[in-house]
């Protein structure tokens, strides 16, 4: 006997009659195939629960779903291919943006140095980025050998949270573990139609200064503590002065960049702000890549002393052969050659030995007060740029 | 489209008056020259300040190169997982009728609302060395942030709706009656998806495909959180080209995005120009 | 016949595989890292989260965040729909261009994105110094906080009405038109309501993506606290400061704001669909 069957709401199928189902459903037989559904003439109870196709999808209905999930996991593992474990020679060394271009070339001396003294050849892999982020990714687990960042408050950061590197890692290496150093001076625009001296003219209503936020760039930190170095120094160490002389300064700083590109770019692409507060380096390589007739620098009359440290990270380091290799990295910093190196790259480095006299003539004399005035970074980053610090009372108070 | 049809016609009811159309196709084109063409245009002119040349040997240099492979190579695995995900999504929400239907699509529509540094943020908080899981794996040598399988899940968080998103509307349009006249037919399922599901839904398939690819390509933030930045190794075209601008190579910075943005437009053309030569065929599988 | 298509069983094959693709690879690629998220904010206390929200600034940055993203998106809306009834109705030069380049902000990398407008926008850009002698100035402000997030949000509007609008029978105007409806009439009351469940979704969509945009917004914004800081800057800086307490804290914040949205509009529109069928 030949059936009408409703399959869901757009088709029907005719067939024999095979069974009766609990739910006012039959089955019927195609020929082909066996079908569920609601019988046409009989009661339209259309039943919510289960479905017309039982031979296809009663059993399996969520075996298939647990298969596909079961599947999906290992396929998402498959991907998870353990990338090389650090080599006994290999080294990653995490740095911060502007340095990109010294540590090619040193990448490159030190190469070739470490095969001439008779060993093994050795892996050197680089990382860069704002030094915070950088330090965030080595606390998150990136496996660096070495880190070599724009500040000491990021490194201690790591060795705080992650005891990978010791408390006491800033007297391993010689001078403050800082192979090289900068200062942070002023650029602004040719022929300083502002007549921009020093840091009282930045607080003048007609100036308006270029600095990158403090809270995301580690030059702009430097900026910062300069400024204040000169205001505690003009105000013989009235503190509520030189929080006064800060807050009119970011008074008349229209744009936070993020980094210290950024910033740059504002100042020089842009065409914003009367000053630009810069890393030395950054500002000579602005006028080297700008040229000189767009730009001068200023040399303020008080800066600060900006020590960007290097130390090894002890806790990833997975064999003597490779601590050797990257602690000779290190000391290798302060050869002549390296050292020369640096002053190339407009870092004021310690041994001017093997440095050309362009190199070293270079740089303009200037009074260069150490953090250590401030309680050094561990007071000083709290204090002035943690969460409520210095600078949040700055915007916080406006 | 009859648009022949609609010209000669003395006075077309389905069209707005002449001057209407044109005030509206000029404030279109005004809009569009000055949002996104004119950023394009800036893009390659940075690029090209000095010359073609200075342009391609960024292009070329190793890192630039093993750039460009880590992308293609994320957008190779990304792209077929999620146009996987998207089939069955779309297939599951469209066909079936269950409980929380509209909490699903969200949870689908989610990444889309997800700031990219909060994926990345969870990612670390999920896979880096302070989480349980992430110790665990380190210890089995697993590394999943900061190494490829971090990228990739990054890259599949913010490109996870693309293809579900075209699916889902296309599909409901659809309904299932064909699908439902190929059962009686005796057709089994794989059958029917590849018969008569996958010819009605392939211009939405890849139209959905090209964006996810696009996307896949040109996402920084998360990865950003996540790749650990290491120069030639986990380095992506977008990533690159931050470090570039950063390290003051803005020649070699927008080269990259130049080739980025060319990449992409010429995926678009593409489906333009496929949609174009079948336009007849699309009409039809548009209208039944 | 499409009206019951909501409520009727389904004959189909394939719930059961479909179903759990989608619900594991949802699970790993999404779930996970949002659980892992939300686990790290139940783990801090909901009265020091509360803390953390409420503070001035955080609030300032979303409400910022919040308000830029809506006005972008309502500009979205409209300019979303003339582009594709363009796009779709008429035929002008350089339209299969515009078809083409639409997608363009979803593969522009957003830092470039932001380079680029701000390249164009500020004082000394092209544009800049057309409108900086009429006081207009878009780089640096509030403004420009919009025109990123437009640039961000602009596919998703058109890309979700253009097929719509590709499918509308014109018989259905034409019996408009028969019937004695101006055209006007017949755009707000017959076009416009089977445009409304894929413009909802667009705006929807393209306002979510830019609530919680960064990249391209903290090259054209000044980032001045209160003033141009968006909340998701707010969650790099809090990041820098490693503190993960807070930065989930805001990140958890923005989370519930968007998923409330989504939730929202989605629920509007399947309601909407239920009630007028689907169009």
């Known amino acids: 006997m030949i059936h009408t069957i409703s399959l869901g709401t757009h088709v029907l199928a005719q067939g024999t009659f095979i069974r009766k189902l609990g739910d006012g459903r039959i089955e019927i037989d195609t020929g082909g195939q066996r079908l569920a559904g609601t019988p046409v003439a009989g009661p339209l109870s259309a039943p919510r629960s ?105 490194i201690s950061a790591i060795a705080e949270r992650t005891g990978k590197i010791p408390a006491d890692w800033q007297t391993r290496l010689p001078h403050n573990s800082s192979p090289y150093t900068s200062t942070i001076v002023f650029l602004v625009r040719d022929g300083n139609p502002k007549a921009i001296a020093d840091w009282d003219d930045l607080t003048r209503d007609d100036v308006q200064v270029i600095t990158p936020n403090p809270k995301t760039s580690g030059g702009a930190r430097w900026n910062f503590m300069a400024a204040w170095a000169w205001a505690l120094k003009e105000h013989d160490g009235d503190e509520q002065a030189a929080r006064d002389y800060m807050t009119a300064l970011f008074h008349n700083v229209p744009v936070l960049d993020t980094g210290a590109r950024g910033a740059t770019n504002t100042f020089t692409q842009r065409g914003i702000g009367d000053v630009l507060l810069a890393w030395e380096n950054e500002a000579f390589l602005a006028l080297a890549e700008q040229g000189d007739a767009a730009f001068d620098i200023v040399v303020p009359s008080v800066s600060v002393l900006a020590e960007p440290p290097v130390t090894l990270v002890d806790g990833n380091i997975r064999s003597d052969a490779q601590r ?18 640096a002053l190339r790259n407009f870092y004021r480095a310690w041994d001017t030995s093997a440095a050309s006299e362009e190199d070293i003539s270079r740089f303009p004399a200037v009074e260069r007060l150490s953090i250590d005035a401030f309680g050094g970074w561990a007071l000083v980053q709290p204090t002035f740029f943690g969460d409520g610090g210095v600078f949040d009372q700055i915007y916080e108070g406006q | ?79 077929p997982l999620n146009a996987v995900f998207g089939i069955a999504a779309a297939w599951a ?76 509307p296309v599909m409901m349009e659809q309904g299932r009656a064909e699908e439902e006249a190929a059962l009686t037919l005796g057709a089994g399922g794989w059958r029917i998806f590849f018969t008569v ?89 548009r209208r039944h | 016949m499409r009206a019951g298509y909501l409520s009727a069983p389904s004959p189909l094959p394939g719930f059961g595989l479909s179903f759990g693709i989608t619900i594991s690879i949802l699970s790993i690629t999404v779930l996970l890292p949002i659980a892992a998220l939300v686990g790290h904010g139940l783990g801090i206390g909901a009265a020091d989260l509360w803390e953390v929200i409420s503070a001035r600034r955080i609030r300032a940055a ?64 092209v544009f800049g110094q057309l409108l900086s002698p009429l006081g207009i100035q878009i780089a640096y402000t509030e403004t420009g906080i919009w025109l ?22 014109r018989e259905v105007e034409e019996a408009s038109a028969t019937l004695g409806a101006r055209r006007t009439y017949t755009l707000r009351r017959v076009i416009l309501p089977m445009l409304t469940p894929a413009l909802l979704t667009g705006f ?51 989370l519930l704001i968007s998923f409330a949205m989504l939730l929202t509009i989605n629920a509007i529109q399947i309601w909407s669909r239920r009630r007028i069928g689907n169009v």
């Open chain 3, 204 to 254: 929807a969509l393209a306002l979510a993506r830019s609530f919680g945009e960064y990249g391209s917004v903290i090259f054209i914004a000044g980032n001045l606290p209160f003033q141009t800081e968006i909340a998701p800057l707010l969650i790099v800086i809090r990041l820098e400061e490693y503190n993960y307490d807070a930065a989930t804290a805001i990140g958890l914040a923005m």
């Open chain 1, 324 to 341: 050797a290799a990257a602690e000779a990295y290190l000391t290798h910093l302060y050869s002549p050659e390296a050292q020369a190196l």
């Open chain 2, 1 to 79: 489209m009859s648009d022949t049809n609609l010209m000669t016609r003395p006075t077309p009811v389905t069209t707005e008056p002449r001057l209407a159309r044109h005030i509206l196709i000029g404030t279109v084109v005004t809009l569009i020259a000055a949002l996104l063409f004119a950023p394009l245009m800036a893009v390659f002119a940075e690029a090209l300040r000095q010359g073609w040349a200075a342009s391609f040997e960024g292009l070329t240099s190793p890192d630039a190169r093993a750039a460009m492979r880590l992308t293609l190579i994320v957008a190779a695995v990304v792209v």
């Open chain 3, 62 to 125: 979303l409400a910022l965040s919040f308000r830029a993203a809506l006005a972008a998106s309502v500009f979205n809306l409209v300019f979303g729909l003339a582009l594709a009834w363009a796009l779709v109705r008429y035929r002008f030069w350089g339209r299969r261009l515009i078809d083409a380049a639409i997608d363009l902000p979803f593969a522009l990398p957003t830092a470039v994105a932001g380079i680029a407008l701000t390249a164009l926008y500020a004082p000394s850009g």
């Open chain 1, 50 to 154: 289960g479905s017309p196709l039982r031979r296809l999808m009663s059993a399996p209905r969520w075996k298939g779903g647990l298969f596909a999930a079961l599947s999906a996991i290992p396929l998402a593992f498959a991907a998870a291919t353990a990338p090389r474990a650090q080599e006994a020679s290999e080294i990653l060394n995490v740095s911060y943006d502007p340095t990109r271009e010294f540590y090619r070339q040193y990448n490159t001396l030190f190469r070739d140095w470490w095969a001439s003294q008779g060993h093994e050849e050795v892996t050197l892999r680089q990382s860069h980025g704002g030094s915070g982020g950088q330090a965030r990714s080595v606390i998150d687990g990136l496996e660096a050998t070495v880190v070599t960042l724009a500040l000491s408050a990021d």
């Open chain 2, 197 to 285: 599901t996958l010819p009605n839904i392939r211009w939405a398939l890849l139209y959905g495909v090209l964006l996810c690819n696009a996307r896949a390509m040109g996402e920084f933030g998360a990865v950003a959180v996540v790749s650990g930045k290491i120069r030639g190794e986990t380095t992506t075209m977008p990533i690159m080209i931050e470090m570039l601008y950063n390290e003051y190579l803005s020649v070699a910075a927008f080269s990259l995005a130049a080739a980025l943005a060319l990449l992409a437009l010429v995926t678009l053309l593409l489906k333009s120009l496929l949609e174009w030569r079948y336009a007849d065929l699309l009409a039809i599988t």
């Open chain 2, 93 to 168: 929400i469209t066909r079936f009728d269950f409980r929380g239907k509209a909490f699903l699509i969200t949870l689908i529509d989610l990444p889309f609302s997800v700031s990219p540094v909060v994926a990345g943020l969870a990612l670390v908080l999920l896979f880096g060395a302070n989480s349980w899981l992430g110790a665990w794996l380190i210890d089995h040598d697993l590394r999943i942030v900061f190494a490829f399988p971090g990228i990739l899940l990054a890259t599949l968080f913010v490109t996870f709706p693309f293809v579900a998103r075209e699916l889902i």
């Open chain 3, 148 to 169: 990123a997030l437009i640039f961000i949000g602009l596919p998703f509007v058109v890309r979700t009405v253009q097929p719509v609008i590709e499918e509308i029978d």
